[in-house]
């Protein structure tokens, strides 16, 4: 018996929960099923034995409403037999009581007829006889005969016979009650059992449940509050195959995993403590770069806007020097016109002076040829003597006015040579600086081409320095942005840092040093198998 009782302990430990949780309530309910039915049949004979009860009583009261209206007829007919001879008047009175009690014996005997009971056949067959009869005998009392006799002795029998049947069926009206009153005491016997075989299911439930379950609950939760507190070292042993042997094994994988993500977070954290560290001294050290950066960019953007300032002021002296190179051209061109004039008048001057030399020179041949002429004349005029005295100071005049001539012509082709060769050095001056003239309209030309290549470049240097310092402007826009990011970043690193720090302290209260000590997850009252088995 103790063994028996031993292997079903063992079988409840390893059986299902939702097997015994499905079995106690299905025990249970089998149980009540059975007293249903028990119930429901007592209940159907109860029933039917008051209906019985009910209809037999009704049945007597019909019969003794009929046993009743029989009297009155037998008392009416006994009445008429005594009165008949004394009058025939109040003969009538009696033959409608006659017809009205006959009318409620037929409606009686109608309502008996229709509780379709075969044992009251026969009385309804002898009071249906007794109506015939009585209604013979009310023929025989309208045609004056006289059969009241026969119908006294009739009413008499009936009466008996009703009688009779009254007490059997009053006897098994009692016998049906009292079958009623045991059926009600079997049932309450019934009832009585099903209570006490549901109190002891309910009992052994709880047993069960309290050593099944509960035991193992409170286990289960002192293991999940020493998980709770942070205390992962202890292994959760199971024995059972059932549900609560499955939240004890996931319960277990769930703590090596814990265990698993605990190690891998201290790693981690210890990690990332590090890298925080590593990125805060990173980001100090970015940050006074980039303050630098900043400092240098200002002093560029400033230096960049002198410069540029500067090229505004070099192109518009670069325009200005344009304009006046512009001007100075078109004074070299003017002046290079001017000394073409000059040239070309001082060539006609040289064809002048040299036409004039030629006539000088037919001067000067005019006097020597009037001096040969004066010489003759005087020649002539000595010859001719005192006649050719007035010709002979004619031609000493002439003579001397040729020589004068000659003498005036002379000077006259010594200045006109002068002046020729003076003209023709002035020539060839004006020459070379028709030629320096030209050279200057060519560098004034070319300086003028440099100074709107320098303006143009001046305007190009202008614009570009204008998009240096917008870029530049942008870069150190962009660079106090990176400074706010830096100090940003060098606040979430510091913040990191707490956090990683403040982590540790919070995952060092995790142990996670297993150890080997193992506790057995059986109720103190189940033994475990090999126990069992030794």
Known sequence: MRSLSIKFLCYGA???????????????????????????????????????????????????????????????????DADIEASRKPTQK???????????????????????????????????????IYDFSMSQILNLQNATTSTSSKLSEI????????????RER???????????????IFAFIFVLLSLCLFGFSLYIAKAKIVRRLNALAVDIGRISKGDLSKKLTNFEKNE????????????????????????????????SSELTTGNNDLSSRTEEQASALQETAASMEQIKITVENNTDNAKQANVLAADARRAANNGAEVMKNAIASMERIEKS?????????????????????????????????????GFAVVSSEVRSLAARSAEAAKEINNIIRTSVDEIELGTGLVNEAGDGMQNIVQYVTQFSDL????????????????Q??????????????????VEQAAAATASLDDQARHLNQMIAVFNTEEVDEEESSFPSFVRRPEEITA
């Not at 009692?174 to 009153?181: L, Q, S």
């Not at 090596?256 to 210890?270: A, E, F, H, P, R």
């Not at 002429?373 to 002539?380: D, S, Y």
């Not at 100074?451 to 204008?466: H, N, P, R, V």
Request: proline share 0%; hydrophobic share 40%; with cysteine.
């Open 451 to 466: 100074m709107q290549e320098i303006s143009l470049a001046s305007e190009e240097q202008k614009t570009g320095i204008g």
């Open 244 to 275: 609560i042997g499955d939240i004890f094994s996931h319960v277990e994988a769930m703590r090596q995993s814990l265990v698993t993500m605990i190690s891998t977070i201290k790693g981690n954290v210890y990690t990332i403590g590090n890298s």
């Open 353 to 389: 002076a040299s036409q004039i030399a030629e006539i000088t020179d037919v001067i000067n041949g005019i006097a020597s040829q009037t001096n040969i002429l004066a010489l003759n004349a005087a020649v002539e005029a000595a010859r001719a003597g005192e006649q050719g005295r």
């Open 159 to 170: 009466t008996n016979l009703i009688r009779e049947e009254i007490g059997k069926a009053e």
């Open 14 to 80: 390893t059986m299902k929960i939702s097997t015994t949780i499905i079995s106690i309530p299905l025990a249970m309910m089998l149980c009540a099923i059975a007293f249903s039915v028990t119930s429901l049949s007592m209940a159907d004979k109860t029933a039917t034995a008051l209906q019985v009860s009910s209809d037999m009583s009704n049945q007597t009261n019909k019969i003794n409403e009929i046993r009743y209206n029989l009297s009155m007829m037998r008392g009416s007919i006994n009445t008429l």
């Open 94 to 132: 009696y033959i409608d009581d006659y017809q009205r009690r006959r009318k409620l014996t037929e409606q009686a005997l109608l309502e008996l007829d229709q509780l379709h009971n075969t044992r009251y056949d026969d009385i309804i067959d002898r009071s249906q006889a007794l109506i015939k």
């Open 174 to 188: 009692i016998d049906f009650i009292n079958g009623a009153e045991r059926a009600v005491f079997t049932l309450k």
């Open 468 to 485: 240096v310092a917008v870029a530049i402007n942008q870069m150190d826009s962009t660079t106090q942005q990176n400074a706010a990011l």
